[in-house]
């Protein structure tokens, strides 16, 4: 199974960045496996950013996410999309997105992890 990220970049405070994670691979579909995004800043651990479950139903966000960050799904793709509005310097962090077959905040959870995205927020 292959998760690859695309839609970093470098943007000023108050923007907005949409991440895809897509997914690929024998037996991959996004109604079997939870995807999460995490991000992990220089000198930080890593952190979840937000999950979306197999099922379609509520997701889940970290706490700074909330109210600025959209996760979203699009199964005929395989594909899930973070939209990030309002972002901030302290959003600066490589992003990643993982599948594991339930959404958590413990990144042990995850059985398959994409490369990762680097995002920017200069203020």
């Known amino acids: 199974l292959y998760l690859a990220e695309s839609g970093g970049g470098s943007v000023q405070a108050g923007g907005s960045l949409r991440l895809s994670c897509v997914g690929s691979?024998?037996?991959?579909?996004?109604?079997?496996?939870?995807i999460g995004w995490f991000r992990q800043a220089p000198g930080k651990e890593r952190e979840e950013v937000s999950c979306?479950?197999?099922?379609?139903?509520?997701?889940e966000y970290g706490d700074f996410a909330k109210g600025r960050f959209t996760i979203s799904k699009d199964i005929a793709k395989n594909t899930v999309y973070l939209q990030m509005n309002g972002l901030k310097p302290e959003d600066t962090a490589v992003y990643s997105c993982?599948?594991?077959?339930?959404?958590?905040?413990?990144?042990?959870?995850?059985?398959?992890w994409g490369q990762g995205t680097q995002v920017t927020v200069s203020s």
């Open positions: 993982a599948a594991g077959f339930v959404c958590s905040d413990y990144d042990g959870m995850y059985d398959y």
């Open positions: 691979g024998f037996d991959f579909n996004l109604e079997k496996y939870a």
């Open positions: 979306i479950r197999s099922d379609g139903g509520i997701p």
